[in-house]
């Protein structure tokens, strides 16, 4: 049952982030760009793909491009 119901999640989660992404088609284009980013420098995880001073910086790089409005933490 427990297998059952994180699958039903699992396709929640996913039919939302393709909603999503097709909705906002800069989005989805920046999250290729990032992934590509990802795949070449063979490091996984944001923090080696922006490159930036510190992981703070780095969070705040990220949430504050998808959303500008939100200032600081």
Request: charged share 20%; hydrophobic share 35%; glycine share 6%.
């Amino acid at each position: 049952m427990f297998l059952r119901r994180n699958a039903q999640l699992l396709q929640q989660e996913l039919s939302f982030e393709a909603e999503l992404l097709e909705d906002n088609p800069e989005l989805a284009q920046t999250i290729h760009a990032l992934n590509m980013r990802e795949i070449q420098s063979n490091q996984p995880g944001p923090q080696n793909v922006l490159c930036l001073e510190d992981s703070a910086s780095k969070e705040q790089s990220v949430w504050s491009y998808f959303l500008p409005g939100l200032g600081g933490r």
